[in-house]
């Protein structure tokens, strides 16, 4: 074996590494969607996760590869049919699968809770299938973009832009989640169900992210080793720095330093320094982290409360926002460091504005591509098979109706989720809105209750019912004036029967099943009010439509005023 | 240094690399293990994955080495007590440590939730010290079959099939959970306590399978990298295949594509690529891919449903029926690609049948080898210090029992597992009879009930009690009549003392200890009737069993139907 | 290019590989830090382990690298602000900035659910910056103890007993977490909220460990990769072998093997052979694991027992223990391999003592370094900004009142966490007495009660208040003679506003809190007595003080005993 085949396969190993790693993105992708999220949704994305790789997997070999590498077209690669990796091979193959892989799950984030999995599945398919691979070739295949000169190393705009785009387009025309914006439309938090989940995943993408950026050297030999180590330096720094102002903004801006978004300013630096990682000093790379670190924070709340889009895990801000502005200041930053002999020069070291033009063109040039050509995908879904679910499905969970699985925690009562009591818009309310259609309009005398003598002035009413008709008997209630309430998970175990479940093949019994407890002690609103108000809600007509019970209350004390009795049950 | 040593030394490297990520796949067995059964298990599963593989790694340096590649012997290798790894050194004693925990550590997902930890412990050893090296040696230590030309890349039949033939031979020895199947065989569903560790496990098995198949060429030098890069991407996509193929197949039989079973899917796709994932091309991996997603699918559900074999995890259909699978399939898909040069044919690519048979004829005797030790392992241990927990052990959940942990997740109060009300297997109705010993014989009137006036024709009963007897409190109650309750998690402070646990060396605080509460509104069947069955179930005399409560109830409305108070009661 | 040049290239590969691997460790940390910890406490953990990485990252890059290899002086290094990593380069600067981050985040487990996030923020600056650069420019940066022939291969002292020193003495100086040990100095067990993500945590850094100790040959050429080899194979026999060590001392110990200290047995096992792992035989790696399994199970004991330092984790046991043991024993069994011309001998392999004195000079003068310049720290920060909480955070949990989060798992309710009915050292004393101040003196006659007839002999009440007041009501209530109680949790809705709280920037809505539900059915106490202990206790005032209800009891019956109504409430 000679000094070159040697160079090659120590150059293989390192292409390889980094596709282990970049693989591994996947899980740390996962976990952050998952933790950001609410538990009734966690199978599903888990399973979005999943299948965004293995589908994009066979796809990217079969058409994507291709149109990304396989010619040197301005505008498209070629057609390489299951391809063997063209000449740079198998570990090119799986280099590039890999990456492409991540740039379609960023998008599941930004539309998680509320799309339609047959949708997810297809619209997934594409990106891998075309529109990665057309700005992929743009940049990295030889297009048009890279003969002009345009520098993104390791992807901020080839992989993370084109995602956060996509997540932009899919998340405007999905429309936000039930109850995220109240009747004012001021932004609402729906927080997370596991932030330690989410916290591993930011870990995982971190460590992950050594190999996303420093094995893009794909070489050791020939001074490669020494830019794959400063990479390592520069994007560590960037993500670490990044991380630090993100946690000062929230700390002086919401006046505590909050958890999940310092969790994203990591990822923010890591998308930011993913262009430039090899042409930056590591202060321009302590400096790109910086400005990723407002830019995040202010970028997320921008799109939440501005624009009002609604990004569950805040990937437009992530990989769209730091995306281009990681970009755009390798046109600023870039130095000559000793070992680049080709590198760029960016305007602050003297470059000129060229470089940072074409920059700013190649961030514009994919934005309009990603954008144009998934509005058309996501309207062609939207007005074919449907790109939402129904708001009823979404106010249960996903994991229910699109997997039929109860729970991805079975052994646990997660609660239904937290709502305001004024949620307004129009899709909550057609979900929320008594079930019109046949409840029985005569109202049934609740003939004991006003029998009951002396404590008759105080009743407690316990009302257990499906999960699903939380937010809906809350605002009931509500409206009539009970403002007080206590909520409890329960397990009903009944006779009720549905539409057989199967979990792994094996039918899943119907014999116990989550239920919410509303208790309700009530004085000066009558007893029969709220009975007949939770009946009109309830009713459906089907078998778990709920019971209500009635029981006396002795006495009631309202520990701050020490009131008790009806006063105490007065606000 | 000379061009050779700087070759051993990249390929030490790459050796190295395996080892650590073959490792790691540790975590994603424990991940997938505990997320895919119960709570009350999961500090026993986290333990026995830790502990096969701490009890494997000093008995596979002590004896299993030796035996594996100590020698060439046909059937046998030899003794090299305390190895030093042999010829191929250190790096060679790592890598396969842990291949042979990985092997190990399949058997316990199949026998999860009732085996006992110690019987565990001892045949965890044996699977290391003996079986899987014998085997191991045939194929890969330059036994009988690796001179018949047996091709089993990275261990398809030599670690994953030698894995899953001992979970299944295990799994029926012990008989199903408690549960498991009804009274007329039918099995039910149990599900997993938490989809989001599972899927982390597989994404971490998955990201590590690279290593293991990757890393097995165990070289990189002379083409080997090459080769390592044609296994990367084979493995791949094989596993993306798989994963999509058992989507669709769930979506088509169960209505929904299910997310525990296609997390399988990607398992099964990898265990099946792995015998030849190092000859096969990239299509003859897609269509291993394909293949492998129908055997897990109706393999586990034949396993579960026509053999009755309880596995939970679905390590039998995942390891050993794809192991086999692919070991088969290397006969028919196995191609000279270039780099290959003594590489086999098979049989689709005019190998002719006599390859194809010795993969055969392997996959029978690894089977033959283990079925038969294992079983003679197996039953000694039954007949000694026995394989399985009591019932009541297994209906606690193992932790406590078996390692004085109350709950793995002590924060939260996960539910009593969810079982149909007519399970009837032998096991679980002598765990569940009511104790006969010393209930008492003559019924306490419950007299004040009966003298409460108006309300007395409806009442809530309350019962609050150990999490173990809900099983058989749900039955009893079923049995008088009663099909409606609700219950929920509570904790219980009493002056209630036991055997003192220790978690870490400190002594638990027994004051406040996880109950269940029943609460069941009757008025047909009389408050006595219910009181009195609840006592004979409960009674066991210690202190723990238990208090009832009655209350008056003011009325009861069925939502669906609008009936009140007693009819409201009645199916 | 040459084929020096090729060797430097794959040993930059090889200390790339062992940059990304020791920065996991971080995800490590976090996991097994949050899950030995509460529910209550889990953003706030990650978010520390998270910051420590951040802060540390530029810290150690601006000042500590260059104090620890800016130059040969005994004592200190010199200063190379912003280095560039002197002449190890790029690759030098990102290996010694995640070592220098691992031995920061020890301390952050021994110090959990009681530091404060600023004084947290701080000195863990001041150790990346100072105090471990310092002692590691004396080991590994050509100080003193180096020039002594002190060996420490991958930090053992430098890097775990840093930590484990700064923990003890933090954890000293800021007292035990409330409730941790009784009125008679009794430690109690707080168990951690999940075993399993602890379990994953221990998972990631044994994976993590290969590349701590394997990569710190810091190459692969000239027979470094033979001795990398060996690295692996010592470092996973140490782990391996302590783990069963632990298991089989708790088995004897406490009747049952311990999950979690069995957990931390595999940590001590990886942190005693970090200082030996080139320089023993695998014989001295098991003699290695096998003490220091004993050393972590009693070391735990006597810090958490005798000491009565409460470390949440271990991580003094594990760290400064098993650290300041390997240490030593590597001035026992170091032995003279093949291919390690320079290494020491150690004392059984005729070393003399002379190297075991320098081993002991070693790790005797890096605890005075650390725990003289700590104190120093923690006390400045005592007098000044503060170091803990104050109590009623503490019990309410870090993650609301330092990040205004609800809970790091929104959508379940953790359980209060489990205190004895005895606690009594003086802060929780503080925090739970009844808050004096403002609390209404007449007692409100609970008229209704007194009036009920037959069944006033009984009464369900039913307290309905914040999370935090479980404690003091709970013992309150056992001081009036109630000594049986049943304890949930529920989600209260009302009017209440409080401060508003963000969540990623979008504020949280108050409607519904997490709140705690007692029940207490009394007989012979009077109701009046429990509704106004109840009273004195929760009353402050504001908002949220919560209410309680009384209602009759039919009957109660006592299973153990067949008594029934009044009898039934004795004990």
Redesign the interface.
Known sequence: ???T??????N??????G???V??M??GF??VE?GFT???N???I??K???D??????IF?IFGFGLMFGGTGALIGGIDL?T??GEG???T??FQ?VFCATSATIVSGAMAERTK?SAYCIYSMIISAFIYPVSGHWIWGGGWLAQLGFHDFAGSTAVHMVGGVAAFVGACILGPRIGKYDANG????I???????G??G???L??CW??FN?CSTVA???G???V???V??TT??A???A??TV?CI?WV????????????G?LAGLVAITAGCDVVT??GA?LIGIIAGFVV?FG??FV??KLKVDDPV?AVGVHGLCGATGTLLTGLFAYNLENDAGAPAGLLYGGGFHFFGIQILGVVSVIAWVAVTMTIVFLILKNTIGLRVSADEEMMGL?QP??????????????P?????KAGEAAAKAAMAPSAPAA?AEA??????T??G??ASM??VVI??NQSKFERL?NALNQIGV?????????????QMGAPE????????A??LP?I?F?I?VSAIPVETV?ET??KV???????????????????????T????FD?LQ?
Request: charged content about 15%.
């Open positions: 074996m000679d000094l085949a040697m160079g090659d396969a120590l293989t190993s390192w292409i390889l590494l596709a282990a790693l693989f591994f996947q899980a996962a976990m998952t609410r538990a009734k966690a199978g599903n888990i399973m996760n999943l299948m790789f293995s589908l994009g997997t066979p070999w299951f063997t990796g091979g198998w570990a193959l799986i699968t999995f001021n932004a609402r938090a927080p997370g169900h596991s932030l330690t989940l916290a591993l930011v870990f995982i971190w460590f050594f190999g420093g050791l030999t020939d490669a080793a020494e794959a180590a400063r390592f330096v560590n720094l993500a670490a720095v991380t630090v946690m929230t801006r919401y006046k505590k330093p909050d958890v999940s978004m310092t969790l994203n990591s590591p202060v302590a924070v997320i709340e939440d409360q805040g994991d699109e997997h039929g699985l109860t729970s991805a925690y079975a052994d646990f009562m997660p609660l989720h937290v709502l305001g009591t029985p049934v005398p609740v003939s004991r209750v029998t009951e002396a404590s009743h407690k257990i019912t809350k403002t007080g309430m206590t909520v409890a998970n329960v397990a009903g175990c009944g006779m199967y979990y792994r093949g094996a039918k899943v019994d014999t116990l239920k407890k208790e002690v009975v939770a009946k309830l009713y459906t007509g089907h078998i778990g439509d709920g019971k209500i019970f009635v029981y006396d209350v002795v006495d009631v004390v309202k520990v701050r020490g009131e008790t009795g105490a606000d």
